[in-house]
């Protein structure tokens, strides 16, 4: 039990273009989803904490206009890279919590921006 | 604000010996710890937690210890195995205003045969 699913894996785009990125919870209902970015032999960086049905939560730092996060159900977030630079390029990774105090992260998603 | 110290940064030990890693936590309102293991290019995955009630919790080769009063726990790995390097994270959940997990640096094991 407990997993959760990113799509895509890995993604390489062009300079201005925008990303979308898929976390699903797929065996449990997550009342709050997390997203991270993690830059090589780095920790994990919270960017936002999502809530379904409601406006994210974001970090300090974190521009809410680039990366837009819509959580549409109990069992799917999105993040989206809008208009993306090569300082974008990041392991993106999500997590999601059942309601009590664990969260179960996906597999991570590669972006590369060229 | 809050804040997690963990250490070593690495760690290299040979097969069947133990490793030891310890965390200190700044908020003294936290009253979750998670342990995650990352392997490379993965997601990291929960291997073993603790809460506060409790001050030590084990499963098979692995334990974690807490000291509430000192503010630090630490995750203990018996027998060591090649599978078991990766890098390993610690966590204390953030109390005020909704439950994030702040994490430490990360600890590089390396289990040598």
């Known amino acids: 039990g407990a997993v959760v699913s990113q799509h895509p894996s890995r993604v390489i785009c062009k300079s201005g273009t925008s990303v979308k990125i898929e976390c699903r919870s797929l065996d449990f209902q997550a009342t709050t989803m997390f997203w991270y970015r993690q830059f090589p032999k780095q920790s994990l960086m919270l960017m936002a904490t999502s809530n379904e049905g409601s406006k994210a939560t974001y970090e300090q730092g974190v521009e809410k206009d680039k990366f837009l996060i819509n959580h549409a159900s109990l069992t799917l977030s999105t993040l989206t890279v809008t208009s993306a630079h090569p300082e974008d390029s990041s392991f993106y990774i999500c997590?999601?919590?059942?309601?009590?105090?664990?969260?179960?992260f996906g597999p991570g998603t590669r972006l590369t921006v060229l | 604000g809050e804040n997690v110290e963990q250490h070593p940064s690495t760690l290299s030990v040979q097969e069947g010996d133990s490793a030891v890693i310890k965390c200190t936590y700044s908020?003294?309102?936290?009253?979750?710890f998670p342990w995650y293991k990352q392997e490379l290019g993965k997601g990291p995955q929960l291997i073993i937690d603790?809460?506060?009630?409790?001050g030590e919790k084990k499963d098979q080769r692995i334990a974690v210890t807490l000291n509430k009063t000192a503010k630090h726990f630490s995750l203990h790995i018996t027998e060591t195995q090649p599978e078991d390097s990766a890098v390993y994270f610690c966590?204390?959940?953030?109390?005020?205003?909704?439950?994030?997990?702040?994490f430490g640096a990360g600890t590089r094991l390396a289990v040598h045969p």
């Open positions: 603790i809460r506060s009630n409790v």
């Open positions: 997590s999601a919590t059942p309601g009590r105090n664990e969260q179960f």
């Open positions: 908020d003294s309102a936290s009253n979750y």
């Open positions: 966590a204390a959940e953030y109390q005020r205003g909704y439950n994030k997990l702040i």
